[in-house]
Structures are given as structure tokens and as C-alpha cells.
């Protein structure tokens, strides 16, 4: 099982809507994740980082954790052509005290 | 936000050789540096925390005899890539921690894409 996993995609969602970026990680005891976004070619942007149960806004964004279930989500409201990019889910796992990247989920955002 | 930056954003060396890389952060001071490597459509995986005055921590699989990683000074680390190979080709990518936040919330460098021939 890997330690980050998230749908490679690509998740298709028209301009306006609302996408849904999930995560789940095995490491029961980690505290704190993070969303990066990576534009292709380019190296990732922190989003977004959440170490408490529920959910955090940010503008457009929110991210929700569920520690129980062991998943983190990212919902990015009114999408925007731009938001279109891999989205990147990362987990500080208690062991390493390392960030652990999952594979990412490539949004597309359609006009 | 911080800014991180890396020197060369580009580089194509051939089999053998050996290639610098730089990260900086430009506007804040960073005791700790950290070293992603991503293979194309693949996620970043960690090769080592750089440490500003003493050795550097390699994750396991990680050569450090090839990937050489200097923290001279607290704004400043580089990675060497020693008798590159053609599957050292890959995207580098450096990052430091915010001041004044956790030591994970990561602001990366722009990244340095190898070619080795």
C-alpha cells in the first residue's frame, strides 16, 4: 500500500464548477498535510496545508480532513480554466518526519 | 511568500561528467534545505535534507558518494551530480521551509531539469 495515494485522473470539471480532489494515506498517526499545485514543466506551489479535523478555506479552495477515514480532499469552487494542473496531496508521516508526496490528480477545467 | 531559486533551470551534460546544481532563498535564511528528484509523470520523491554546517541526510536508496550536497551557507546548498548517467536525467527540485512556520510548509525552487547524453 502506498504511504499517499491519490486518482491519477484526468478529473474533467467545466468552468464554474466545483472540483473534488481526494486523498488517503496509510500512515494513521500523521498530522499534517498539505495541496501543492505543479503546473506541467513547473515545480510545485503550496496551496494549502490543514492539520485539523474539518474543513479550512481559503478562498476558492477548501480543504477537508478526515482523520478518521485517513483521507484529506481539496475543493476548489468556481473553477477556472487556470486551475487546470496536478494537484499534489503531501503527508508528514510520524515515523520519518518526512513530507511524502502522493502521485498527484491532473484537474482539467474546460471554458 | 518566500522565494526560492535554482541555478541552472536547464542543464545537458554528457555521460560522466558532473553537474551543479543551486538553490537559494533569496530573502529569507534557511538552515535547512531539502532535495526532491521527479521522474516524468511521476510524484517527488525526497533524496536528502540538506543541513547548513554539518552533513547532509540521505534518504535510503540514495547514493551520497553521487549526489553530493554542500550547505555552505545559510542561504545557499547545492547538489552535485557526480558521473551523471543517462537515468540521472530528471527534474530537480529544492526547497525551504518558510520562516516562521513549521518546518514543512515547503517553498520550492523553480527546479532544474537534467539531461544527461
Known amino acids: 500500500q502506498k504511504e499517499v495515494e491519490q486518482n491519477s485522473g484526468p478529473l474533467s470539471v467545466p468552468e464554474g464548477a466545483i472540483a473534488s480532489l481526494n486523498c488517503t494515506y496509510s500512515?494513521?498517526?500523521?498530522?499534517?498535510f498539505f495541496w501543492y499545485r505543479q503546473y506541467s514543466g513547473k515545480s510545485p506551489e503550496l496551496i494549502m496545508f490543514i492539520y485539523s479535523n474539518g474543513d479550512k478555506e481559503d478562498g476558492r479552495f477548501t480543504a477537508q480532513l478526515n482523520k478518521a477515514s485517513q483521507y484529506v480532499s481539496l475543493l476548489i469552487r468556481d473553477s477556472q480554466p487556470s486551475d487546470s494542473a496536478t494537484y499534489l496531496c503531501a503527508v508528514i508521516t510520524t515515523g520519518f518526519q518526512k513530507l511524502v508526496f502522493g502521485t498527484g490528480t491532473r484537474l482539467l477545467v474546460s471554458p | 511568500g518566500a522565494v526560492v531559486s535554482q541555478h541552472p533551470s536547464r542543464v545537458i551534460c554528457k555521460s560522466g561528467t558532473s553537474v551543479k546544481i543551486e538553490c537559494r532563498s533569496l530573502d529569507f535564511q534557511a538552515t535547512t534545505m531539502f532535495w526532491y528528484r521527479q521522474f516524468p509523470k511521476q510524484s517527488l520523491m525526497l533524496m536528502a535534507t540538506s543541513n547548513e554546517g554539518s552533513k547532509a541526510t540521505y534518504e535510503q536508496g540514495v547514493e551520497k558518494d553521487k549526489f553530493l550536497i554542500n550547505h555552505a551557507s545559510l542561504t545557499l546548498s547545492t547538489l552535485t551530480v557526480t558521473s551523471a548517467h543517462p537515468e540521472d536525467s530528471s527534474f530537480y527540485i529544492c526547497?525551504?521551509?518558510?520562516?516562521?512556520?513549521?518546518?514543512?510548509?515547503?517553498?520550492f525552487g523553480p527546479g532544474t531539469r537534467l539531461t544527461v547524453t
Open positions: 500512515d494513521r498517526g500523521s498530522q499534517s
Open positions: 526547497s525551504a521551509p518558510s520562516p516562521g512556520t513549521s518546518a514543512y510548509e515547503q517553498y
